[in-house]
């Protein structure tokens, strides 16, 4: 399901955009990292062009600092491209309350002024809390706020699923 | 690995894990500052005082930069300008910062345990920035960060530590982060200047410059603190240069990538030639930059483990 969703959604990226010209991946940490390195393979077999991957890390930026029991690690922010006047895809595995997107939005306006930023997630799960929606999602699945949804991807967990799990 | 401490008082009461957890979040923020926009909100609405009872250019500014760039309000308290003059003790000067409602206080004392006992007197965090000869932690932090990101590890390497050791808490904090990171330190000084039973901390002593060069994967050179003379045991200048000054030559016979790292700020021809501070070797400046990265992440961490503190008592 994983491979089948990210070519469609390679396949939305580059009919919208027109094609490859000024498109660039950002991909949120952790798992959004390794979705927009796939998301590049699978444009780089249709298009046969490279895209640029950037990763972000949007510890600073959330609005929950004081409030997370775990705290956070913080991880590197690579974007060594320039993103002014580039359309940037923003990808991310789960869209929940939005407050993620919210944050990475901040950090990437930091490093410049994008000519758009557009939104992939593998995973819609509803329950927003700020105006947030996906240009581009892999699957809209209807849960409950006691359950979590989590991506594992084979890079960093050994297998392709997506779960469900009853928080206890 | 989770930071749990409201302050960071030194090294030696730290974990390896915890050092390595500083470096670890150092390395991410390094990056902030090659942006072009060079702040993130971190601590945004957070008040970070630096008090300062001695004279320091270089660690506060660094603490001030490392502070903005993490978008905290940061205000500057020299005690030649404050009513430390008046005679105001120094937890006196802490509780009314506290009172104040500041989050982080940045303490220079020229006593030994002061930031500790301010650390014991006030809920807010506190950072030591040197207190006396003592430590000074974010030194050695940015002196580690600098070790590993040029040479890739810690653990195993020789590291030479010359100069004016008795004196010195950039020599304790470093000996205590390198000997619990895994490294070799060895100290190299004129008798005088090795202070009594420094071995117990773990290191190699020797008096013969060349000796603590030939194995060295680093050395870290010390200022000659000239004005904390009080005219009796330091050796004279020149005569420390000719027996104790790094020059070309003596690099020579080193290893061909020995790292040449130093403090600041510099007596160019006491402790080295300028050929050397400006060389190929040095990493004096590359240190500077480094410094910034670990303060943001010790600024970053101590507000974290301040906040649980006070999500516990709720």
């Keep these: 399901m994983i491979s089948r969703a990210l070519m469609r959604i390679a396949h939305e990226i580059l009919e919208k955009n027109k094609g490859t010209e000024g498109l660039c991946l950002v991909g949120i940490r952790n798992r959004g990292v390794y979705l927009a390195h796939r998301l590049a393979n699978c444009i780089k077999k249709i298009e046969d062009k490279d895209v640029p991957v950037g990763s972000l890390d949007i510890t600073l930026y959330r609005d929950d600092l004081t409030l997370i029991a775990a705290q956070p690690v913080v991880r590197k922010t690579e974007i060594d491209f320039d993103i002014n006047d580039k359309n940037v895809v923003l990808v991310d595995d789960v869209l929940y309350t939005g407050r993620t997107v919210r944050a990475a939005l901040d950090a990437l306006v930091d490093f410049g002024r994008p000519k758009s930023i557009q939104l992939a997630v593998l995973v819609d799960r509803g329950h927003r809390e700020l105006p947030v929606r996906a240009d581009y999602a892999g699957k809209n699945i209807p849960t409950s706020k006691k359950e979590t949804v989590e991506v594992r991807l084979t890079e960093v967990d050994n297998i392709d699923e997506v779960v469900i799990v009853e928080k206890d | ?314």
Aim: with cysteine; aromatic share 6%; net charge neutral.
């Design chain 2, 1 to 314: 690995m989770v930071w749990t401490r409201k302050d960071l008082l030194g090294l030696e009461g730290l974990s390896k894990e915890e050092i390595e957890l500083i470096l670890n979040t150092a390395d991410s923020f390094k990056e902030v500052s090659t942006r072009e926009i060079k702040k993130v909100p971190a601590l945004r609405g957070k008040t970070v005082v630096n008090l300062f009872f001695e004279p320091s250019t270089r660690t506060r500014v660094s603490f001030e930069v490392a502070a903005k760039r993490l978008s905290a309000d940061v205000i500057n308290i020299a005690s030649e300008t404050s009513s430390v003059r008046k005679g105001e003790t120094l937890i006196d000067t802490g509780k009314n910062i506290e009172a104040l409602k500041a989050d982080i206080i940045v303490v220079r004392h020229n006593a030994s345990g002061a930031a500790a006992m301010l650390a014991r007197q006030v809920n807010i965090s506190v950072v030591n920035a040197g207190d006396g000869w003592h430590e000074h932690p974010t030194q050695a932090l940015l002196d580690l960060f600098t070790l590993k990101e040029k040479l890739g590890r810690i653990e195993g390497l020789n590291v030479g530590i010359v100069g004016d050791i008795a004196h010195s808490r950039v020599a304790r904090s470093n000996i205590w982060g390198l000997t619990k990171l895994g490294a070799k330190v060895t100290v190299c000084a004129p008798q005088v200047l090795i202070p009594p039973a420094i071995e117990q901390m773990g290191v190699h002593i020797t008096y013969n410059i060349d000796e603590a060069l030939r194995q060295a994967d680093a050395i870290n050179v010390l200022r000659m603190q000239f004005e904390r003379d009080e005219g009796t045991a330091f050796p004279e200048q020149l005569e420390y240069f000719k027996n104790f000054g790094i020059t070309e030559e003596r690099l020579a016979k080193a290893k061909r990538n020995i790292l040449v790292m130093h403090p600041g700020p510099i007596n160019r021809g006491i402790e080295m030639s300028s050929e050397v501070a400006d060389g190929s070797n040095s990493v004096i400046l590359e240190q500077v930059t480094n410094g910034i990265a670990v303060r943001m992440a010790v600024l970053f961490l101590v507000s974290q483990g301040h906040d649980k503190k006070y999500e516990n008592t709720n």
